[in-house]
């Protein structure tokens, strides 16, 4: 495998690597990871707002599912693994948050946070499923688990704000 995910750039021609960066987001420069959460927190406003949590719950499922095949393809054609501009990952984690919190932006903006801090800080056990679980299932699941972590946290502060105010 290569050592440096930024140095190849599988072309977005192809499905698995168009949805893996999400669109090509993961190839905007310094923090793909954070340009694929606020991408997606737009997004799940309007999945929210047109069809409901039930239909933001089925397309993180789906986005999940997707994204074990979409992160092999993109591992597959860069020779690296856990890449950088995978970002699909971030997409499913950060839509999984903002299904606890009410549809508001600045709740939007908390949920946002509160993931990209614990995907970044990956606690126990998310740092475990990172190194030992690869290809895109790796992938994905440790974003998932930071997800729920930052669900959990937004949650409680939820509920701790509605009793004091």
């Given at each position: 495998m290569i050592a440096n995910a930024d140095e190849v750039r599988p072309s977005l021609t192809t499905p698995g690597v168009l949805l893996a960066t999400w669109f090509g987001v993961g190839y905007l420069p310094k923090v793909p990871g954070t340009w694929g959460s606020a991408v997606a927190v737009p997004m799940a406003w309007v999945i929210l707002t047109l069809a409901g949590l039930p239909a933001l719950l089925v397309a993180t499922a789906v986005v999940f599912g997707v994204g074990i095949w979409a992160a092999n393809?993109?591992?597959?054609?860069?020779?690296?693994?856990?890449?950088?501009?995978v970002v699909i990952d971030e997409v499913a984690g950060q839509w999984l948050v903002l299904t606890v919190v009410p549809l508001d932006w600045v709740w939007f903006v908390i949920g946002f946070a509160l993931f990209r801090l614990f995907d970044i800080a990956k606690p126990w056990p998310i740092n475990v499923m990172d190194h030992r679980i690869k290809g895109g299932l790796g992938v994905m699941i440790d974003d998932i688990g930071a997800a729920i972590y930052a669900a959990a946290a937004a949650y409680g502060l939820h509920r701790a704000m509605e009793a004091f105010w």
């Open positions: 393809d993109y591992m597959d054609r860069s020779g690296v693994g856990d890449p950088g501009p």
